[in-house]
Nanobody
Framework: QVQLVESGGGLVQAGGSLRLSCAASGRTFSSHRMGWFRQAPGKEREFVAAISWTGGSTNYADSVNGRFTISRDNAKNTVYLQMNRQKPEDPAVYYC?????????????????????WGQGTQVTVSS
């Protein structure tokens, strides 16, 4: 079982930066692939980024590739999302998620169904 708590959301100016954190409880955090998703009002939840359990492999949505960076610190049971050059389309509730499988998995990291554990979300707002 993994419990996730996001933090770091808030108001940021367009073009600015923000770093989200996701603190995990549970002994198995380091063995789970982790992902970030976001959901804007009236829209479906969408994939943002994912990182393998080792941290050696990352995956990004086209809309954030080159601007956002996902990382993890397994010693601190924490995964991060560094968001740079914020755009008007970035505001949303951002969710951290842990894959239902541990270690290696061949499921698509962009699919929400593969993640069994979710945080409560943190709001990101971008001002123009």
């Amino acid at each position: 079982q993994v419990q996730l708590v996001e933090s770091g959301g808030g108001l940021v100016q367009a073009g600015g930066s923000l770093r989200l954190s996701c603190a995990a409880s549970g002994r198995t955090f380091s063995s789970h692939r982790m992902g970030w998703f976001r959901q804007a009002p009236g829209k479906e939840r969408e994939f943002v980024a994912a990182i393998s359990w080792t941290g050696g492999s990352t995956n990004y949505a086209d809309s954030v590739n080159g601007r956002f960076t996902i990382s993890r610190d397994n010693a601190k049971n924490t995964v991060y999302l560094q968001m740079n050059r914020q755009k008007p389309e970035d505001p949303a509730v951002y969710y951290c998620a842990a894959d239902g499988s541990t270690y290696y998995t061949d499921s698509n990291p962009r699919e929400a169904w593969t993640y069994a554990y979710w945080g409560q979300g943190t709001q990101v707002t971008v001002s123009s």
